[in-house]
Structure formats: structure tokens, C-alpha cells
């Protein structure tokens, strides 16, 4: 996975116009059926060859919205990206 959106999201579609692999879709596409947007992790690269960092955060009005999950393995992530900043958003499992 790459970017995340978490339920802060209050749903402004700033992220979606700035996404140049068209990885976001709105509350209505969520395919886990929650009102927020949601990032396709198989399709999002955290605009590594697109832009400096990514242009969703960057467009986001809302803070603490779009955090950062664990890189797969073969996927493309951002190297300035520290892993405390990855796992510090993670759902904690019980």
C-alpha cells in the first residue's frame, strides 16, 4: 500500500483532481462501503515520477486525512518517508 485516507476526510475531492494515476475515488467508489474516499493500493505510487511528494496531501485541506501505510514489497513508495511515519497510522489488531 502507499497513501491511506483516513475518516477525516471530509469528502472536498481536492485529492481526487491532483491524482496523476487516478488511484482515489469518492464515497460512492469506496469499495469498503465507508463514506470517505479511498486510495486503490495496487494502483497508487505515492507520485514517485510525477510530482516532488504527493499531490493528494498536498491538496488536502483536511489534516492528519491522508496518512502513510506500510510499502509492499514491489511497490512503489516514497524513499523520504520514514517508517515511524508509515507505521504510526496502523490499526491496532487485538
Given at each position: 500500500m502507499a497513501v491511506l485516507i483516513t475518516d477525516t476526510c471530509i469528502n472536498c475531492g481536492a485529492c481526487i483532481d491532483e491524482c496523476?494515476?487516478?488511484?482515489?475515488?469518492?464515497?460512492?467508489?469506496?469499495?469498503?462501503?465507508e463514506e470517505i474516499y479511498y486510495v486503490y493500493p495496487d494502483k497508487c505510487v505515492e507520485c514517485v515520477g510525477y510530482h516532488d511528494e504527493p499531490a493528494c496531501a498536498t491538496a488536502c485541506?483536511?489534516?492528519?486525512?491522508?496518512?502513510?501505510?506500510v510499502c509492499a514489497e514491489g511497490a512503489t513508495c516514497r524513499d523520504d518517508i520514514s517508517e515511524e511515519a508509515?507505521?504510526?497510522h496502523q490499526p491496532v489488531v487485538e
Open positions: 496523476p494515476v487516478e488511484a482515489i475515488v469518492d464515497d460512492e467508489d469506496n469499495p469498503t462501503g485541506p483536511t489534516e492528519g486525512c491522508i496518512v502513510w501505510d508509515r507505521t504510526e
